[in-house]
């Protein structure tokens, strides 16, 4: 009990009850629903620690955000590169592990982001890695940290109601202002807090039913997500997923037909247009590799067309496949696309 620090215990139980509470119905039917409950509770988190100042409950430093630029100048906030490091052969091997680990997180937040998207855009996982690398050199020449897109801050972002770029681009803007105008103000924020906006957030994009319904859906593709979760916990993110798409590779190919496996890695599906009428025609194995092109093709698919979705031959069709066409049936809807699914004659 000794490493135990009650009273950020205290903060982070309170703000996820806090939370909790903001999102019922009798909060969200009056004016209140306009103030974001993460708000809130970083303001509770600060109220909390100017409180406990001076008693048994102090929240040690080590316990708040510290974003080490209280008290210095604006020049100092910037460090140049050293290019004397370019022969350095570790520089390379850790440049190269931070791009697949910082591409791998984009691309995860990309995708739960879509999900979260009240509008089902999709987003370009291309045009979004060739920001981010934009984005990183211009960081790194002015000693920023590389960054990478976070489904928290699209979570708050989406639940406060921001269905545009502009949102994210006055968001950016925001925490810049707020960063050098009053640094000394986000010392008092508690660690604590966050934990538990990231808590409730982690717990709505994984919520126990989603476990239940992969289970109920594919039982190998339950084992494919269980062993890179596992993965992850065990080692790190690139690691994990890592070990997750080869454990997905051998589930697939050892269950694939002995006959086909040739073919295992060739394109899985092919498109046909004639007019206003699209059709996929799927072949025998669609794992999830075809995912991303299926999804630019969808993306391309116009108003007021036909799409045939036909899966007579298919043996193994990747759940990740089906969510993505699920998806695709909500926006079809707005663009008045006439959906026809071919089933496997069995």
């Keep these: ?123 370009s996982g291309n045009r979004e890695l060739l920001a981010q690398g934009i984005g990183n050199m211009a960081s790194g020449m002015i000693g920023g940290l590389p960054v990478t897109q976070v489904v928290v801050r699209t979570s708050a972002n989406v639940n406060s109601g921001g269905i545009s770029k502009l949102s994210a681009i006055i968001h950016g803007l925001l925490i810049a202002v707020a960063t050098l105008t009053f640094p000394k103000v986000f010392s008092y924020v508690p660690y604590a807090s966050l934990a538990a906006i990231l808590i409730l957030v982690g717990y709505k994009l994984a919520k126990p039913k989603l476990f239940i319904g992969i289970w109920k859906a594919n039982k190998k593709e339950f084992i494919m997500f269980a062993a890179t979760i ?68 969808l993306n391309k698919i116009s108003a007021n067309s036909n799409l045939i979705i036909n899966k007579s031959k298919v043996v193994y069709f990747s759940n990740d496949v089906e969510e993505l066409i699920n998806d695709f049936k909500s926006k079809a809807e707005e663009l008045k696309v006439t959906i026809t699914v071919i089933e496997r004659n069995n």
């Design 1 to 123: 009990m000794n490493y135990v620090t009650f009273s950020a215990v205290a903060i982070c139980v309170v703000s996820i009850l806090l939370m909790l509470v903001w999102e019922t119905k009798t909060i969200q039917k009056t004016v209140l629903r306009f103030i974001p409950g993460p708000l809130l509770v970083v303001i509770l988190g600060i109220v909390a620690t100017l409180a406990f100042e001076g008693t048994s409950w102090e929240l040690v430093e080590a316990h708040r955000v510290n974003l080490g630029i209280d008290g210095k100048k604006f020049n100092e906030l910037f460090t140049y590169p050293d290019f004397t490091q370019l022969g350095n052969s570790k520089l390379y091997i850790i440049a190269a592990t931070i791009a697949i680990v910082a591409s791998l997180e984009t691309l995860l937040s990309v995708d739960a982001a879509d999900k979260l998207d009240p509008k089902k855009r999709v987003t």
């Design 230 to 297: 596992i993965a992850i916990l065990f080692s790190d993110l690139l690691i994990g997923i890592l070990i997750g798409m080869l454990v997905s590779f051998i589930i697939i190919f050892v269950e694939s037909n002995v006959a086909k496996r040739p073919s295992f890695f060739k394109k899985a599906f092919h498109v046909k247009k004639s007019e206003n009428v699209y059709e996929i025609e799927f072949k025998e194995q669609v794992s999830f590799l075809s995912k991303a092109p299926i999804a630019k093709i």
